[in-house]
């Protein structure tokens, strides 16, 4: 490896203290490997309760948050980062706080007149005593990414303590049938939509993350009117979310032909089965173009 000088030092933070810990080792992985190929110097720091220690001693220029999660994509990092004053890539304290919390974000996309499942927020107790939405519904930690925790629930399942995921507070949401569209906004530009196909259940995390085990349709074969209007609801959310850099957010397509958003994520996976990747890809932008185009964006956000 040749390091380039004039380039900046990373810090690339990974690996973490949330559920999603082996989603960041192996987005961490890619991106040293596309940072060290454009000759840039890397520091790697598997971050724990020390971060602030570690990143003083390596000093970088600029921080690449492979981090997701709780802690990662939360606000909280975000903030050591502000308080140290280290440029950082992603969005910022309040973009992350608000798009990792669902029912938040849901606020928001509906003030821009973005289409949200109807739902509301229960505890365990609710669920388990059957005083939520009709059935067939989605439950969802109301703060995770990376479909961690999420369980649809179709008329005659049983539920109870074991059934549910973990935590006492969920988003429960009606299940929509049909499909499952994402859209990534690089800059302040989409750049397009991909179809989700699993081939056994829904998109949940096995699915997600295991090769093969899900079709990506790229660009997703939908009407033209629908592809163009899903683009821009993303930019939308990206926009009303005050989101850096790059964000994916993620639809259902309804049978009836209903555009619904689901979430907004700040810190799209960068693993071999990943979405964005995929859809730079399809844009006419490498991987090692993609990770440049993110470093280059990195700045301190005051807060926002």
Not at 152 to 173: A, H, M, S
Not at 174 to 179: A, C, D, S, V
Request: charged share 25%; with cysteine; hydrophobic share 35%.
């Amino acid at each position: 490896m040749n390091i380039n000088t004039d380039k900046k030092h990373v810090a690339l933070l990974k690996g973490g203290l949330s559920a999603e810990r082996d989603v960041s080792l192996s987005t961490a992985k890619s991106v040293s490997e596309a940072l060290n190929n454009l000759g840039y110097k890397v520091t790697e720091i598997d971050v724990s309760w020390d971060v602030q220690s570690k990143l003083l001693e390596a000093n970088p220029d600029v921080v690449f948050n492979a981090l997701h999660g709780t802690y990662g994509e939360d606000g909280c990092i975000q903030g050591v980062l502000e308080f140290l004053r280290i440029p950082y890539t992603h969005s910022g304290v309040l973009s992350s706080s608000v798009a990792m919390h669902k029912p938040t974000a849901k606020i928001l996309f509906e003030s821009v007149g973005i289409k949200c499942a109807n739902g509301g927020v229960y505890n365990r107790e609710q669920i388990l005593s059957g005083d939520v939405i009709d059935r067939p519904y989605v439950i969802k930690p109301v703060d995770e990414g990376s479909s961690v925790g999420v369980l649809i629930v179709f008329q005659g399942d049983d539920l109870n303590n074991e059934t549910i995921p973990d935590g006492n507070e969920f988003l429960i949401e009606e299940f929509i049938e049909g499909k499952e569209l994402t859209s990534a906004v690089l800059g302040d530009e989409s750049i397009g939509v991909i179809e989700i196909v699993p081939k056994d259940g829904f998109y949940d995390y096995r699915n997600k993350y295991t090769e093969k085990m899900t079709e990506y349709i790229i660009p997703a074969q939908i009407d033209e009117n629908i592809y163009n209007k899903i683009m821009d609801y993303a930019l939308q959310a990206h926009r009303v979310l005050k989101c850096n850099s790059l964000s994916r957010s993620d639809f259902r397509l309804s049978d009836e032909g209903e555009i619904y958003i689901l979430e907004t994520n700040t810190h799209p996976g960068m693993t071999s089965t990943s979405l964005v990747p995929k859809l730079a890809k399809n844009y006419g932008m490498s991987f090692e173009d993609l990770i440049e185009n993110i470093i280059n964006s990195a700045k301190l956000n005051n807060g926002v």
